[in-house]
């Protein structure tokens, strides 16, 4: 045989499986021990996380707050957008020197408690007690049941902003390169969230539920720097200075609500609903797999998170109505 | 939004299907490289260990990421180098190949063998370009990224060896 490009490509074997497996499992078994360290979080921890970002991008106030006018500003959400937490900042974050519930507990005043949730024998009810149609998908997967409904009521929160300790917490995540200036100090802003509705499907042995809550309202003086605040906030999310500086210019922060995708998560994409750009976020990192999509619809916000791979998620998210 | 960006935000590696892709290309760049199964997989091994301990470094913008696995790759090939002391001299094999041997004769049962000795003769440089190109299946864009040398120069290197292993053929 001559020497040609068949020839020299014919050395090419495959891997024994039994070595591939090997190192497969072992590789899976470093990603499951460091993600331990950081786990998928809990509900809870997950919007600390939020909540930690919506804090630092609290409210730009012009400097002569006394003349500050208020306007309602009602955020439509019409996108939402995923962006992975880099490891070192989500360490960062748990390090003992932030104490970051203390400061979230600090600055963010409750003046409206939901209360906890409650039970509701029907969607009908969960609708009234609620205040708005509650929607419901119209495709279930196989010998999905609708199992629990829940409601946890309006919430109304108070956010001072605190310039000395938040620029503080950037230098400990290692964020050098921007920081709240000194004349937001002193400022207030509000949020109110109306009450929350779940659906909780049984399935498999486990459990599929759907979120929804009509856009929350924010109260803020005129003049906010939502490109500025939305910058810190990605730069606490991970990206560097350039990346950061550039996506908040060209993102509008009125319509996009950005997600924290925590490091644990097996990937995470943008996926259209109804004409809407969501995320969606998968773990595969211990059985069953569980996936989550966060999307915006007409008037409000849902999330779908279930044992199941996504195109079936995909398809329900698409079916509510 | 930048394009760059977009794809930093919107997709994450499935790391399953990386591994599943990525690793006869690294296998097969060892096997190129060094030529024993065993001493293969462990450097495989090894490359994937380090890569997956770095694999939230990785920046898309930067690399494509197999170009990134195999410069971790490349990396690791160096490291094992410097440890190894080859057997045979490269002109003592040449030598004995030469006079007929019964290591001559085993290479010629099959024309992959005997391949697999013609690239052990060549130089560090030309056998870990061809190891690149034909085990890892990178092409010169890809390998002169991985190398740090030009995509010319690579293709230069790469036409010459593969002449100097026709013309010993």
Sequence with gaps: MSMNDDLLYSLQRSPDPAFARTLGDRLHARASAERSRLAWPGRRSLFAIAAAIIVAVAFAFPAVRASAESFLALFRVTRVIGVRLADRNVAGMVQPQLDLPHLIDQHVQTILDPGPPIDLLSVGDASSAAGYTVAQPTIVPDGALLDRIRMQGPRAVRVIVDVDPINEALRALGIRDVELPRELDGGIGFIRTRAIVALTYQYRKTQLTLFQTPMPEMTMPAGVDLARLGEIALRIAGLSANDARQMAQRMDWRSTLLVPVPPAATSFRQVDIDGREGVLVESKAHAPYRSLVLWPGRDRVFALEGPMESTALLQMAQSIR | MPGRLARWIATEPDWDAVYA????????????????????????????????SARHRY?????????????????????????????????????????????????????????????????????????????AGMNNRAIARATGLSESNVGTIVHRAVETLRGRW
Excluded: C
């Design chain 2, 21 to 52: 892709e990525q690793l006869p290309r690294v296998y097969n760049f060892f096997r190129y490289r060094f030529g024993d199964s065993a001493d293969a997989e462990d450097l495989t091994a090894r490359t994937f260990e380090r890569a997956w």
């Design chain 2, 59 to 135: 920046r898309r913008d930067l690399a494509a990421f197999s170009t990134w696995l195999l410069t971790i790759a490349r990396n690791v090939a160096t490291d094992h180098f410097r440890r190894m002391r080859p057997t045979v001299p490269l002109d003592a094999a040449a030598h004995v190949a030469a006079d007929g041997t019964p290591e001559l004769k085993a290479a010629q049962r099959s024309d992959a063998d005997r391949l697999a000795m013609l690239l052990a003769q060549l130089p560090e440089r030309e056998r870990e370009l061809l190891s690149l190109k034909y085990g």
